[in-house]
């Protein structure tokens, strides 16, 4: 697995994330990928040749392996990672596209023409539709597999001993995991940190939302204030108006009778 693309493309990525976002990606990087490909993989390497069973039965090794192991937890991972890490790429082509946009517009109408984005890269508008779903999308593939890994292993626990009744065993053999307590701390530090990351979207989707609602409440009471200035602007210029025009009018002049005798 080309664990270098990924990084490349999330890099690119963390210049238009939040402060939630960097520490997301700092998590899936140090605590997620680093530790998936320098230790896990090392932890788990064989399975099932490290599975031991006390039987020389053919093919109850293979069914009792299968049974309580269905799917590589290195797999699971692998594809974990690849499925919450794969959204980030939409938002990198999202901007992408604003940019052609911009570009052709400015080949089009000239350098000096209107812009149509003040910065690509700011969350406004689709861009910000885009970067929150594919927060929802995130949330949605961890809690996914942290639920499929309890459900799969009924729980994150590896016991030492394992009791196996399948077919073709002749009876209840007895069979052993390797390294059960390393791989049991691997597996709880992994589900650790996949709800670490689940939280952290879900602070930065309320982060986005109080944000974009603080924005909105701005502008209107900024049109409000400007649309009251307008109104009392308006009003001082007509009383104004009405004094100058009521000083230009002259009062008429008083007239004298002169009583003849």
Not at 76 to 105: G, N
Not at 159 to 183: G, H, M, W, Y
Not at 205 to 211: A, E, F, P, R, T
Not at 215 to 229: A, I
Request: proline fraction near 4%; charged fraction near 20%; glycine fraction near 4%.
């Amino acid at each position: 697995m080309n664990w270098a693309f990924l990084q490349g493309l999330l890099s690119g990525v963390n210049k238009y994330s939040t402060a939630f976002g960097r520490v997301w990606l700092s998590i899936v990087f140090l605590f997620r990928v680093m530790v998936f490909v320098v230790a896990a993989e090392k932890v788990w390497g064989d399975e099932q040749k490290d599975f031991k069973c006390n039987t020389a039965q053919p093919g109850c090794h293979n069914v009792c392996y299968d049974h309580f192991f269905p799917v590589s937890h290195v797999r699971l991972w692998a594809l974990q990672l690849i499925f919450v890490t794969c959204p980030s790429f939409l938002v990198v082509m999202h901007v992408a596209y604003r940019e052609d946009r911009e570009r052709k517009h400015r080949l089009k109408y000239g350098e000096n023409c209107h812009r149509l984005y003040q910065n690509t890269g700011k969350k406004r508008g689709g861009l910000w539709w885009t970067y929150v779903l594919t927060l929802i999308f995130k949330i949605a593939v961890d809690a996914t597999f942290v639920y499929l890994l309890y459900h799969i292993y009924e729980g994150y626990d590896f016991p030492s001993l394992i009791k196996c009744e399948q077919d073709p065993c002749p009876n209840k053999v007895d069979c052993f995991i390797a390294r059960p307590t390393e791989k049991r701390i691997f597996t709880i530090f992994m589900v650790v940190t996949s709800l670490a990351c689940i939280l952290l979207s879900i602070f930065e989707i309320v982060y986005l939302i109080g944000k974009r609602c603080h924005e909105c409440c701005v502008t209107v009471h900024r049109s409000s204030h400007v649309m009251n200035n307008t109104i009392r602007s308006a009003s001082n210029l007509t009383e104004s108006s009405t004094l100058k025009l009521k000083s230009t009018i002259e009062p008429p002049a008083p007239s004298y009778i002169v009583p003849v005798s």
